[in-house]
């Protein structure tokens, strides 16, 4: 089975620059999730989706990051403009189905976007 | 607050040697417990999922436990190889939609 796909890779821009991911995840994953890797930290989850609805985006800093998912499937996250603070690596995951995250469905990484700001 | 605490930070281990991983959580109420690996430059990698009725599972070379009562976990790695060298991240769901992630021990196994 096709794993959970980012594009692209690794991507350096200036500051005040914008910025997209995107991800494909794996066929079939009603829940797909955004989180945010800054070196020697665990992943932030910056937002999760449900098909295309948002179930959480908390803690997205919706002054300058947006997220959509239309049609339930792939998603782009988006920077615009670009800080210093925003290099990190993006992971995009996704599961099965959200309802059954509390019985422990399992949470599939992507190989994540890696991001410098200069 | 929810929080997860991993211990040691850092390790560096013979290869063939066995190693043991700590992780403390304050996380309530309390779903699941999930351990991760996560190799240099590639996204995290399930290793085992863990619910409140469990408290071992394997996989491999690699054995979790879980105590829900002292709210402790533990990943132990058999006979480490040189692949072993990751992140290792634990993560402990209180349901549904969240995960808390703790920082990661890095391991190093050396030849």
């Known amino acids: 089975e096709a794993g959970v796909a980012q594009s692209p890779r690794y991507k350096i821009i200036e500051k005040r620059q914008s910025v997209a991911f995107w991800c494909n995840p794996i066929?079939?994953?009603?829940?797909l999730y955004w989180y945010q890797q800054i070196l020697g930290q665990g992943p932030k989850l910056l937002i999760q989706?449900?098909?295309?609805?948002?179930?959480?985006d908390s803690q997205l800093p919706k002054d300058r990051f947006s997220a959509e998912r239309l049609k339930g499937v792939d998603s782009t996250l988006k920077i615009q403009p670009a800080k210093l603070e925003d290099s990190a690596v993006y992971l995009c995951?996704?599961?099965?189905?959200?309802?059954?995250?509390?019985?422990?469905?399992?949470?599939?990484f992507g190989e994540g976007s890696w991001l410098t700001v200069v | 607050k929810n929080q997860v605490e991993q211990s040691p930070q850092s390790l560096i281990i013979l290869e063939g040697k066995n190693c043991t991983l700590q992780?403390?959580?304050?996380?309530?109420?309390?779903?699941?417990l999930r351990w991760y690996k996560q190799d240099t430059g590639r996204g995290p990698v399930s290793l085992t999922i863990?619910?409140?009725?469990?408290n071992t599972k394997s996989n491999g070379r690699y054995t979790a436990t879980l105590d829900a009562d002292t709210k402790q976990s533990s990943l132990h790695i058999t006979a480490s190889q040189l692949s072993d060298s990751a992140s290792y991240i634990c993560?402990?769901?209180?349901?549904?939609?969240?995960?808390?992630f703790g920082t990661g021990t890095r391991l190093l196994v050396s030849p």
């Open positions: 992780c403390n959580y304050t996380v309530s109420p309390f779903s699941n």
């Open positions: 993560v402990v769901s209180p349901g549904f939609q969240k995960l808390v």
């Open positions: 066929s079939g994953h009603a829940t």
């Open positions: 995951a996704s599961s099965l189905d959200i309802g059954r995250a509390s019985s422990g469905n399992t949470i599939y």
């Open positions: 863990m619910t409140f009725s469990e």
């Open positions: 989706f449900q098909n295309n609805g948002v179930v959480d």
